[in-house]
T-cell receptor, first 112, second 112 residues
Framework: GEDVEQSLFLSVREGDSSVINCTYT??????LYWYKQEPGAGLQLLTY?????DMKQDQRLTVLLNKKDKHLSLRIADTQTGDSAIYFC????????????FGRGTSLIVHP | DTAVSQTPKYLVTQMGNDKSIKCEQN?????MYWYKQDSKKFLKIMFS???????INETVPNRFSPKSPDKAHLNLHINSLELGDSAVYFC???????????FGPGTRLTVL
């Protein structure tokens, strides 16, 4: 299987919360990331979490990490149509290998 | 001002041709990267350069040759293009190899 796995699609209604899930296999992952890719654009780092943290909140974004289950989630509160994009989960080991390994991305579709 | 720029944005060419994609960053970063994103959105590192020196070379055919004339530029030259080379190629840069990566907008390469 792949090192980082995500579901491919998520559809939500505007104003609802979105939760995008990700699982990874490398227990030595030190950094876990969420990137956003808008149509025709490159990836933009949204947020990241160290492996010794359980949760990180940044305005409408909440990242939850379950290290035991190797599960990472991104919750977007009050989802807006401008949040429609592809969201990539990624992990890196740090300590000499900071190159992230990416999942295949989850396409978030926000409809009115 | 665009932080990481790539040219061209779109490239359509015949099998067997040789082509180049250019990347420039005006962030003063030391490290630059090339990624390939296939049709299934799978994003994989190809090369990484730090201060004009190659530090990562993943299993990429030797038809792909990166060239870094200076710290601000990392160009990708591809010889004898094949159908399987069709993808979106992203350039990225980071302050050092241990810092957040900033991505360019991508170059969509189509080989006919």
């Amino acid at each position: 299987g792949e090192d980082v796995e995500q579901s491919l699609f998520l559809s939500v209604r505007e104003g609802d919360s979105s939760v995008i899930n990700c699982t990874y296999t490398d227990s030595s992952s030190t950094y876990l990331y969420w990137y956003k890719q808008e149509p025709g654009a490159g990836l933009q780092l949204l947020t990241y979490i160290f492996s010794n943290m359980d949760m990180k909140q940044d305005q409408r974004l909440t990242v939850l990490l379950n290290k035991k289950d190797k599960h990472l989630s991104l919750r977007i509160a009050d989802t807006q149509t401008g949040d429609s994009a592809i969201y990539f989960c990624a992990e890196s080991m740090g300590g000499g290998s900071y190159i992230p390994t990416f999942g295949r991305g989850t396409s978030l579709i926000v409809h009115p | 001002d665009t932080a990481v720029s790539q040219t061209p944005k779109y490239l359509v060419t015949q099998m067997g041709n040789d082509k180049s994609i250019k990347c420039e960053q005006n962030l003063g970063h030391d490290t630059m990267y090339w990624y390939k994103q296939d049709s299934k959105k799978f994003l994989k590192i190809m090369f990484s350069y730090n201060n004009k020196e190659l530090i990562i070379n993943e299993t990429v055919p030797n038809r792909f040759s990166p060239k870094s004339p200076d710290k601000a530029h990392l160009n990708l030259h591809i010889n004898s293009l094949e159908l399987g080379d069709s993808a979106v190629y992203f350039c990225a840069s980071s302050r050092t190899e241990y810092n957040e990566q900033f991505f360019g907008p991508g170059t969509r390469l189509t080989v006919l």
